[in-house]
């Protein structure tokens, strides 16, 4: 992976070439300045801090994230379902005695006493019990494939924020070289000044600038602390504790194009299976609505104990219930499930134009974003350099002017700055498009 040179290697050695065909006081002011510069970057060199690793992130956000983990138990608990609505309603036994008269007990010695037993069951019409199983095995399926789209956009969210933690510690680190440089320009500046070759001013526009850096420095650092925070919400951990620093990944690198990843999308994304799934669901509550219009049965065995020399009796029963307020409960009911499977299939078309026009949206940044970033590594940033280098040669044989050197500077890792950032949003969109896929890239 293409890393920007550093930038200081050409700034020190341009300074040190001529520091000795400058006056002394100039020359002491040079030496001080790259002292100041060599002690600061030991100081604030990253190397100490620990470093993040995606993949590790990635694998205990799926192991510990309350949403993903609240999703797949709802996705388990719906899978016990389709066997409870599939199965015949519980059979019924009944006890009772019938007794001749108040007066006595007339067990044995009348015929018309008797004990008496019965079992029930009830049994819905053919199909209705399958139908109903058939949509509880839909809406379970719905579920789980919701649960690995969630699994998907939970490792995107990782991404995100992992290389949004990335490109802000990168800034950090070209404002920090950026200040260092600038508090050199300004010792350059002094020594010119008090060598009586230029203006106190060139020297205040140095300060000033770093002044600059300073609160965006400040303003940086506050967006790393809520990065982390959100970052350790994603991974189920305490909101302060501490992160390390994000490794520098290569270059994800993917080889489809628009319509071959639109087309992988409709086959493979976890969200359209869901949505797919809904459907099938639908449709197997609206038969079973329509089916709900004729009659289920109940089937009866009873036994009746005579006692003393009456022989005892037996009776088979069927019953069939009469669907009399139809127009009030199955009629309204199959009106609900036809509007409900309506609305499945439009939550199928929103979901497919969403998913397209996210493509294209993602696509289209990735795309942009790698231009840019030859942009940026193949011609601007080595032209700045080459720039800043020129100006700072100028300024040495007091031929530049301060204010020239600091622009010149400010280009030069301003456009650095913008490599990171682009480098930052073409792997946020291509994260994004892993998880509306479900496909996985490879990076260069």
Not at 87 to 96: C, K, N, R, V
Not at 107 to 124: H, N, T
Not at 269 to 282: Q, T, V
């Amino acid at each position: 992976m293409w890393t920007p040179n550093n930038r200081f290697s050409a700034f020190l050695k341009s300074v040190g070439a001529g520091v000795y065909r400058l006056p002394v006081l100039f020359h002491n002011a040079c030496t001080c300045c790259l002292t100041l510069v060599v002690i600061f970057l030991l100081c604030a060199s990253p190397l100490s801090a620990a470093e993040l690793d995606l993949k590790q992130l990635i694998n205990e956000a799926v192991k510990n994230n309350p949403d993903l983990q609240a999703a797949g138990s709802r996705a388990e608990a719906s899978g016990y379902r389709a066997p409870q609505v599939a199965t015949l309603p519980d059979p019924m036994f009944s006890a009772g005695y019938q007794n001749e008269g108040f007066s006595r007990y007339t067990y044995g010695s009348s015929k018309d006493s008797q004990w008496m037993y019965s079992v029930s069951q009830a049994i819905p019409f053919p199909g209705k019990l399958s139908l109903k199983g058939e949509a509880a095995e839909k809406e379970s399926a719905a579920l789980k494939e919701s649960h690995s789209a969630l699994r998907l956009k939970t490792i995107a969210q990782i991404k995100e924020l992992y290389f949004d933690l990335l490109v802000t510690h990168k800034t950090v680190d070209l404002i920090n070289e950026r200040i260092a440089l600038l508090g050199a320009v300004e010792n350059l500046a002094l020594a010119r000044y008090a060598a009586g070759r230029s203006s106190q001013l060139e020297a205040l526009s140095a300060q000033t600038e770093k002044y600059i850096l300073l609160e965006k420095e400040v303003i940086l650092k506050q967006k790393i602390d809520t990065l982390e925070a959100s970052l350790n919400r994603v991974l189920a951990r305490k909101i302060s504790e501490p992160l390390g620093r994000p490794v520098e990944t290569p270059v994800t690198y993917i080889h489809y194009k628009l319509d071959e990843l639109t087309a992988a999308a409709l086959d493979r994304s976890p969200e359209i299976r869901s949505r797919l799934n809904n459907i099938a669901s639908a449709e197997a509550r609206l038969s079973f609505a329509r089916r709900d219009y004729l009659p289920d049965f109940t089937v009866t065995g009873s036994f009746f104990a005579k006692g003393g020399d009456y022989e005892n009796m037996w009776s088979l029963t069927l019953g069939v219930n009469i669907p009399i307020f139809y127009l009030r409960k199955q009629k309204n009911a199959e009106n609900e499930a036809e509007a409900a499977l309506i609305e499945a299939k439009s939550m199928k078309k929103s979901t497919d134009l969403l998913i397209g026009a996210s493509l294209r949206e993602n696509f289209a940044q990735m795309k942009a974003a790698e231009k840019l970033m030859s942009l940026y590594r193949e011609g601007l940033i080595p032209k700045s350099r080459q720039d800043f280098e020129l100006s700072l040669s100028d300024y040495k044989t007091g031929a530049g002017d301060a204010q020239r050197l600091i622009s010149k500077l400010k280009s030069s890792i301003d456009y650095e700055i913008a490599y990171w950032g682009q480098f930052a949003e073409h792997e946020k969109a291509a994260a994004r498009i892993e998880a509306i896929t479900g496909l996985a890239f490879d990076n260069r």
